[in-house]
């Protein structure tokens, strides 16, 4: 076999491999004898039909298609190792000439795009400082006493208030007419606590027991159903309840319903309230840091991404999705159904961010090569059985599951960026 590969534009090439000799008459055997299995014809059982009978009974092109499509992965196989080319999605092949000697396979091949790196080293990025404030710890500490409350009905000419809860019959209308989904009886709802469309529950404020009461909204422009984004509508509501939150006193007693090992007291309570906090903003600077770390450097990149890549991507996150959905125990068409949306337009939705994960990668991978860096079979190994103790898996399940070559390339990324978090000014 004879290859030779021509680079053109957006990561795409041609890969023209010539098959003759004894690979091409092997391929043709090959071709002929799995027609001749398929084959039915009068007066012969199947697949005792001589040659002849059946290379009579195919066009010679079909024939060659056959062959050609015997002899591809070898002839792809022996392509890619001989221009050393790195395929991101499969090829389409088109048969460009074949006779009775040799063909000529082109194999249309979607190929890693070369990256130019930008600035990546000593950028001016810092990570935000951690504070966790008195009114921070407070604010958690009342979250448990509002997790104890109980709800205490108001007298009939009590008003209610942001933060009371009012127990609700209502129904939406748009231009007069009631609409799929927008009425409710007896609903419980806390005032000021954001469920309802914005501007609802602020209307609220001020009714009493047995009033009804009108309630003007517009939906947000990217409310789910569509027919009713940017709509206005008129709830009618009326109140059959106002209760006010009474929260319990804050105590050791209090402390101790909540079963946390080691925190018994109110005092041993705002302490890990205040080291769950700090772990946790630093969890976020981490965060907040490494995306702006990364938004950087990839915006001081230049690299065309082919299509291709980014709707491999696109199906990685629908997948994550569906996987999301089946927790929360939904089907993915479900979801689609209740929020009134397409497969099409979530993945249309997804592909901007996967753009973002494809270029991420590809940027790491670039600055991989250019500072020479590697991860160890002992990294390998190492991760492999930090895996095994996530999981509760075998380390040798884990690896007929993942290579070690996929490992290595995933901890050497890692690695870049800590390179370039080091870096940093």
Known sequence: MTSTWTLKENSTGELEVTVEGEAWKKAQKKALKYAKSHMSLKGFRQGQIPDALVKKQLSSKALYDMASEEVANEALSE??????????????????????????????????????????????IKKADVEVTEEDVENEVKRVQDRYADWVVREDDDAAQLGDQVVIDFVGTKDGVAFEGGSGENYPLEL??????????????????????????????????????????????????????????????????????????VDAYKEKVKTDLTAQKEREAEENFTNELLGKVCDNANVEIPAAMIDAEVDRMYREFEGRMQQSGFTAKQFLEATHQTEEAIRAQMSPEAAARVKTQLVLEAIVKAESIEASDEDVEKEFTTMSEMYNMEVEKIKSLISPESIKADLANQKALDFIKTSVK
């Open 79 to 124: 392509g890619i190792k001989e221009h050393n080319i790195e395929l991101v999605a499969r090829p389409t092949l088109d048969v460009k000439e074949a006779d009775d000697e040799k063909a000529v396979l082109v194999f249309t091949c979607t190929v890693l795009p070369e990256v130019t790196l930008g600035e990546y080293k000593g950028l001016d």
């Open 192 to 265: 000021g606590s954001g469920s309802f469309i914005p501007g609802f529950e602020e209307q609220l404020v001020g009714v009493k027991k047995g009033e009804e009461k009108n309630v003007e909204v517009t939906f947000p422009e990217n409310y789910q159903a569509a027919e009713l984004a940017g709509q206005p509508a008129t709830f009618h509501c009326t109140v059959h309840e106002v209760k006010y939150k009474d929260l319990p006193e804050l105590n050791d007693e209090l402390i101790k319903k909540l079963k946390i090992e080691n925190v018994e007291t």
